[in-house]
């Protein structure tokens, strides 16, 4: 069965600094990967996703993350945080194999908290 | 494009009152999906659908609900009775496996139930 783990319930930095969001997953066959944002009392939003080909996925709002099969990580990262960048994030995994189509599993998520 | 519609914004009833959640999702996405988010369980998938058709419900909490897709342009998510424990955010989401957006969900702003 696919999981996806947010190690992190919260990460706390300062503005300027790099900003990393950690992600670990389990799953059958090649893993599509996601990343969302949700800001208080809003739905969802869509960052970056991984399919195939370049490990490096660039996404909205300077935000990017790195596919490393052999960790099994899709780690979200933003070289300088913003006040704005605070925010609940998730990780999402749907695997490659036909029969789950369309379907996404969600991490728990972790709250971001950048400070001026 | 509009986005995913969600209809009420906020919803307060009181307990064994049927609730009515609407949605429409974006013009010619073929996946359609319902989620419950709450502080104890985070976001869970309920249920969804793929060119109107129930695709995997077993995330439904119990007989009280049911959704239903009557069509390519709207889906309702009704709990009858309601019942305390069922306060939550509802997300509506809708994606497609066709085009560059392959896979990406798009969530609706939620509907936020308060039952008393």
């Known amino acids: 069965a696919q999981s996806v783990a947010q190690p992190e319930d919260q990460v706390n930095v300062a503005e300027g600094n790099p900003l990393t969001v950690k992600c670990t997953y389990s799953?059958?066959?090649?893993?599509?990967l996601f990343w969302y944002v949700q800001y208080p009392n809003r739905g969802l939003q869509f960052l970056l996703k991984?399919?195939?080909?370049?490990?490096l996925v660039k996404g909205s709002y300077g935000f990017e993350a790195e596919f490393n099969k052999s960790q099994t990580s899709f780690h979200l990262k933003k070289p300088s945080a913003l006040v704005s960048d605070s925010a609940l994030y998730f990780c999402?995994?749907?695997?490659?194999?036909?029969?789950?189509?369309?379907?996404?599993?969600f991490g728990a998520g972790t709250q971001v908290v950048v400070t001026p | 494009d509009a986005g995913v519609i969600q209809s009420p914004r906020h919803e307060v009833t009181e307990m064994g009152q049927e609730v009515t959640l609407r949605c429409k999702p974006i013009s010619g996405h073929d996946y359609l999906f319902w989620y419950r988010q709450t502080m104890m369980r985070g976001l869970e998938l309920l249920i969804y659908?793929?060119?109107?058709?129930?695709?995997?419900d077993s995330g439904m909490p119990e007989d009280r609900f049911s959704a239903k897709m009557p069509n390519a342009s709207f889906s309702t998510l009704k709990i009858q009775p309601s019942e305390p424990r069922d306060s939550a955010v509802y997300f509506c989401?809708?994606?497609?496996?066709?085009?560059?957006?392959?896979?990406?969900?798009?969530f609706g702003p939620g509907t936020r139930l308060t039952v008393l």
């Open positions: 999402a995994v749907r695997p490659s194999t036909t029969d789950s189509w369309g379907k996404l599993q």
């Open positions: 989401a809708s994606s497609s496996l066709l085009g560059p957006s392959t896979d990406t969900q798009y």
């Open positions: 799953v059958s066959g090649n893993p599509y």
């Open positions: 991984y399919i195939t080909g370049d490990n």
């Open positions: 659908f793929n060119n109107n058709v129930p695709i995997d």
